[in-house]
């Protein structure tokens, strides 16, 4: 599948803590934005790729936008690890003629409180697994990460500037993208110190955003993409993982906590690459909670194991720094789309229109969620 293709439109509606649309009609915006900037009419799209998470059925989608007679539709389960994936099968559908051009997307409405599932007592206890955790306390992924990120301090000596140099680079690149949700709040170490606690040791500004918004992107063969309107973006690796003895959101027991999904995934990622961690120029890493960015770097191998935390030392993951990550400002002060946003992005950097661009961005990767069945993808620009 190496470089076959390529992400040819982007598109995002506005994004908000609320918006007047429905879910539905989020993703129709998204949607014909993406085929408006690839140039590509509704009537040829005949593959759709979501999250199973989405609550519009694909007949409706397709209705709506009128779409032709499709011949590939997929989903990708476990939220926030499921963005890469859905992008990637949608190429694989383009690259083995399952389809000639496929659409991916996500769309939420979680800026309500009642609209988030943990809200929910009788679903908070669902899988085998959460029923050794959950009724003791445990009951957010918030909770669940808490833990892994106490064991991280405990056993690599990772401490809060750690995660405050992750919560800070983010918030400065959102503070250059007018798009972002939090592009008009600063903050400072000392606002990221003084923020209440949600689970000990991760406080408010830990955390992603709950955010109402959808993004899509336009997928299609590489020779077909360089005709179209816009730079293509090279697929040029993409990878999954459900690694052995795994654990969603908690790996307590399994024999090593600390190595998640990130691990088998990048194994996979880089096997079917032609580049390694240090060929890549921008990373937009899934940042649900900021411990998630120092376990992904060391998962990807842009560091040794334990070395996450400090990679993000002297503006490490900034601008200008050793690996800038989340250029828009990612799920934690752009918004929190089940980390949609992030492949949007990542196609920004080779295409070359970031608002915080790195310039002469070759390799631009973007991660799904760490600490959930994952995926990958490794975009190209374009010769």
Not at 13 to 42: C, N, Q, W, Y
Not at 143 to 168: C, K, P, Q, S
Request: hydrophobic letters at 35%; charged letters at 20%; a negative charge.
């Amino acid at each position: 599948m190496k470089d076959q293709t390529a992400v040819a439109g982007i598109g995002t509606t506005d994004f908000a803590k609320s918006l007047d649309d429905s879910e539905r009609v989020l993703a129709l915006k998204a949607l014909k934005a993406a085929l408006d900037d690839a140039g590509i009419r509704p009537g040829e799209v005949d593959g759709l790729s979501c999250y199973s998470m989405e609550a519009t059925e694909e007949i409706d989608i397709a209705r709506n936008m009128g779409f032709g007679d499709l011949t590939y539709f997929g989903k990708v389960p476990y939220g926030g690890g499921a963005g890469c994936g859905v992008v990637g099968q949608a190429a694989m559908a383009v690259a083995t003629g399952q389809c000639n051009v496929a659409v991916a997307w996500r769309s939420r409405k979680r800026g309500s409180r009642s609209s988030r599932p943990w809200a929910g007592v009788s679903s908070r206890v669902q899988g085998d697994q959460q029923r050794w955790s959950r009724p003791w306390g445990l009951l957010r992924p918030v909770d669940e990460i808490a833990m892994l990120t106490r064991r991280h301090m405990h056993r690599y000596g990772t401490t809060r500037d750690h995660l405050a140099n992750v919560a800070l680079a983010f918030r400065r690149h959102a503070n250059n993208n007018p798009a972002a949700v939090m592009g008009d709040r600063e903050m400072t170490r000392d606002d990221y110190m003084a923020a209440r606690w949600v689970s000990e040791p991760l406080c408010l500004f830990d955390n992603c955003l709950e955010t109402d918004g959808s993004c899509a992107v336009v997928v299609t063969s590489t020779e077909r993409a360089r005709d179209l309107r816009q730079p293509p973006a090279l697929l040029h690796s993409w990878a999954q993982s459900l690694p052995a003895q795994h654990q969603t959101m908690t790996n307590f027991f399994c024999d090593d906590p600390l190595r998640g999904p990130a691990w088998a995934c990048a194994e996979k990622l880089w096997s079917l690459s032609d580049v390694g961690p240090a060929d890549v120029d921008v990373a937009q890493l899934y940042d649900a909670f900021s411990p998630l960015v120092p376990l992904s770097l060391e998962g990807y191998g842009f560091c040794e194991r334990g070395e996450g935390g400090h990679f993000t030392d002297d503006g490490g993951i900034e601008l200008g720094g050793r690996l800038p990550t989340n250029t828009s400002g990612g799920g934690m002060s752009e918004a929190y789309l089940h980390g949609f946003n992030l492949i949007v992005e990542a196609v920004r950097q080779v295409r070359g229109t970031s608002t915080n661009q790195v310039e002469g961005a070759e390799f631009s990767l973007c991660t799904s969620g760490e600490g959930v069945p994952t995926g990958a993808l490794l975009f190209r620009r374009d010769r």
